[in-house]
């Protein structure tokens, strides 16, 4: 199997390190990319999460969440607290800890394709009002259930993806930053213009993944480089933006509503990662719907 040749590791508390041994050059690896699931929401979408969780397992492909997997904001202690917007399994006195055992339900059947969890603002505010990490207490208990490859994050960070080419010391390296997100996105840039903001202070980044606002986009900057040998080239960072599953204009009413929200796209991305005949690593990223 592909994952067999996979090994993820976390060298650095900002960095996670995944090694890729392909059995030849081309060999396609390939990232579910997702975020703001808000998995114990009755507006979520489970058909369309699931249906993207179990084409993971048909690819191969290793699972990447940044952030806001759970909602958390049903508890008696929130004011905006509004039971009938959980899940039926959730509606019980124990709130919190349904929220880790039911997402522990739903995701074992995953558990050894997923590599990442990271904090979202929902998981940090749970963290500060009551002192304890969902994520990790989730990450905790996928591990016993097989998720032997997975590792807890923080709210931002780096994935280094290393593909070594077969029978050769060579190596090739894909650098992402990760940032589960920050803002509202904005009715008309939809939060695109932070792009221009996060390549100045990235400049190591291939991609760019931000979440949070519930927007999607893919947005390529070309940048116009020098090498140490006095040669000029043309490369790209890619900044891209995952939407999640939480559907809340549907319903017609709510805060998201009576604001004036408008109608959010729902879905992850995908994206396939190999070595080329240059030893160089090239990626692709498209849509998951």
Same mark, same amino acid.
């Not at 593909?163 to 940032?179: D, E, V």
């Not at 213009?193 to 070309?222: C, F, K, N």
């Given at each position: ?168 010391? *060579? ?8 940032? %589960?997100?920050?803002? =509202? &996105?904005? #009715?008309?840039? /939809? !939060? ?53 599953? *939480? ?8 805060? %998201?509503?009576?604001? =004036? &929200?408008? #109608?959010?796209? /729902? !879905? ?22």
């Amino acid at each position: 199997m592909k994952l067999d040749r996979v090994r993820v590791s976390k060298p650095d508390k900002g960095v996670l390190r995944i090694d890729y041994h392909p059995r030849k050059i081309g060999d396609d690896l390939w990232f579910l990319l997702r975020s703001d699931a808000h998995h114990d929401n009755s507006h979520t979408d489970i058909g369309m999460e699931r249906r993207h969780l179990d084409e993971a397992l048909s690819r191969e492909a290793l699972i990447l969440d940044n952030g806001d997997l759970h909602c958390a904001m049903q508890g008696r202690w929130d004011k905006r607290a509004d039971r009938s917007a959980l899940r039926p399994e959730y509606q019980f006195g124990n709130y919190i800890d349904r929220l880790v055992d039911c997402a522990v339900d739903f995701y074992t059947p995953y558990a050894p394709n997923w590599c990442m969890m990271g904090l979202g603002n929902h998981e940090t505010a749970m963290l500060k009002a009551h002192e304890t990490n969902l994520t990790e207490r989730t990450v905790e208990r996928l591990k016993l259930a097989g998720a032997t490859r997975l590792h807890a994050v923080g709210y931002a960070g780096w994935v280094r993806v290393v593909i070594h080419a077969p029978n050769t010391r *060579k190596i090739g390296s894909l650098w992402m930053y990760r940032h %589960h997100g920050y803002g =509202g &996105g904005g #009715p008309v840039t /939809r !939060g695109t213009i932070q792009t221009s903001r996060m390549a100045v202070y990235l400049p190591d980044a291939d991609i760019v993944w931000t979440g949070h606002t519930h927007d999607q986009w893919i947005m390529p900057i070309e940048r116009h480089r020098v090498t140490n040998y006095d040669r000029t080239y043309l490369d790209r960072q890619l900044h891209v933006r995952t939407p999640g599953y *939480k559907d809340e204009f549907s319903p017609g009413e709510g805060w %998201h509503v009576e604001r =004036g &929200g408008p #109608p959010k796209p /729902r !879905g992850a991305l995908w994206l396939r990662v190999h070595m080329g005949n240059n030893s160089l690593v090239q990626s692709e990223i498209t849509e998951a719907r």
